[in-house]
């Protein structure tokens, strides 16, 4: 077994673990970008997000609350964080098992730094793009 994280899961690459179940396992990123930055995984080998069965993907979000709470998230702004689940290259992704960063955002110098070119809105562009997409994703439910 070759993949950094299932060795991880399996124990053979040690890890600082914050939680586990039988389908996630959740550890201390090793380069942080911020105290407490934590990554989470499935228990199911696979490069990309869209290759993970749903009863993994499933514990994913009730798993990283649990991890936000445990960071110090409340009703307020407090504790600010991102949730950052990247795939492929170009996307930033170094890692090839799927992990879903929770990272905390303390202040402008630590956390996730956010490059954002959203274009101008073009309602004849985003209708083309709905009609698209609502055909494929008819043909997937
Ligand atoms: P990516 O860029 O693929 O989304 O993120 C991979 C993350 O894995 C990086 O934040 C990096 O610091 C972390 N990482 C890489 N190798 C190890 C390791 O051996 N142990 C831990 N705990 N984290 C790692
Ligand atoms: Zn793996």
Redesign the pocket.
Known sequence: MSC?FCR?IKGE?P??KIYETSKVYA?????PLAEG?T?LIPKFHGAKMHEIPDDYLAEILPAARKIALALGATSDDTFQYNV?Q?NGALA????QHV?F?VIPKPNDAEGLGIHWPGKATDFDALKKTHEVLLKKMEGKL
């Open positions: 950094l991880i690459i890890s600082f550890f201390l990123d090793i380069n930055h990554l950052l990247n930033h992704q170094v890692v992990h960063h």
